[in-house]
């Protein structure tokens, strides 16, 4: 894995995590529901992005344990149970997102650098 593959998997990450806290600080039903609807799609084609360009950071944790729980918020409606649904699942993607992270950063640790 290139310094420049894991910068680029580092800042997708990122970004998940920005997502993932919009989503878990919107408390207004009808907010959140537009949020999913627009920001979930997103979150799951960065995770592909990921697993396609860096398939050993994937081997630690498996784009099923972002996607499945992304999936289950997306299938409720704007109502309780959506919030229910994002207090639920969100912090176990973050979970993986930063075990995908420290992976990253183990792995850069180990690249070698470009003089």
Known sequence: MTTEQIVEA???IADMRNVLTVLMDTTDVEKLAALVEEKVPLLIHNV???????????RLEPYSMVEIPMLKVTFNRPDEKLLNAVAKEVPAVIDVLDKM???LRETATKAPQVA
């Open 101 to 103: 992270a420290q992976a």
């Open 48 to 58: 592909y992005k990921i697993a396609f360009k860096e398939p050993e950071i994937f």
């Open 10 to 12: 580092q800042k997708a």
